[in-house]
């Protein structure tokens, strides 16, 4: 039951925010300062808390009732200023989405332990036991490998179906790890941990049926770009969790609201990358293209990127510094 002291040392703050919702209805959002664009944004947030504890006392329903319109108005009066802009779209891109993944690369590389860590317990479980492979692969998948036929030459007949669907897998399998995180990230371990042993198992199998050629050359034009896109995912996901677990000295609501938001960036600016990814696997890798051009391919593609998250922006951060 929500006390009336508690509705009291509350109700300066939806004033407060009332008063800044009147001010940037009559002159925009340009009208206030920047301190008090961010008290705005702290306010909508505490605000939002605030709602899901009033309702959860039903002899509160007028005062829900209120801070329900109030939350929405202050909802659209924040997203309403965003407009999109092709030039902060491309600043988003170019500047600051690098910098955000230097600032969390070491979510980044925890997240790649992980995967790297699970890929070699499922290649020595594979290699010890050969038959521990059809119980994570499945038998068919498995007898295509004992073949020693690729289970991806059926994607060269159906390329633009084929793209959309490996986009349309990738970009659920990044969200998911993603948003994971919120479960303190154990979700997040588990996917990147269950990728890694599902590569590791695959890879010792190819193996063992003398077709790591053709799986690596398939892997590779794409992988340089899908994997790297997976494990900053699993970097976001890690990120909220951290927020979430050590807050630090930030109220936990501000330090997970702050985590998010970088977490949020974090996975956003993965999406083109594993558009291009999944255009890659579909027309180029299960192709019979050289080896030797689909590894140079890989090669170019892996510093392009890295010059991209590394070098490049960075150059531009102290050209204007």
Known sequence: MISTRWLEKRKPYWSKLETLLERSAKGGLKSLSRSELQELSLLYRQTAADLAAIREDRGSV??????????????????????????AIFSFFWRTYPSVFRRNLNHCLLSVMIFLVAGVVGAVLTYQNPDFKVKLLGPQMVETIDRHEMWTESIVGIK?????????????????????????GLGTIYMMAFNGLLIGVIGMACWLSGMSVQLWSFVAPHGVLELPAIFIAGGAGLRIAQGLLFPGLLPRRDSLARSGLEAVQLVLGTVPILIIAGLIEAFVSPTALPVALK???????????????????RECESAQS
Do not use: E, K
């Open 62 to 87: 007028h005062f829900a009732r209120y801070v329900n319109q109030l939350l929405v108005r202050a909802h659209n009066t924040i997203y309403s200023g965003r407009r999109a802009n092709p030039a």
């Open 160 to 184: 633009p179906f084929a793209s959309s669907a490996i986009m349309t897998n990738n970009m659920s399998v990044g969200f998911t790890t993603f948003a994971l995180g919120i479960t303190a």
């Open 295 to 313: 590894f140079s391919m890989a090669g170019a593609l892996f510093v392009l990127l890295a010059a991209y998250l590394f070098g490049l922006s």
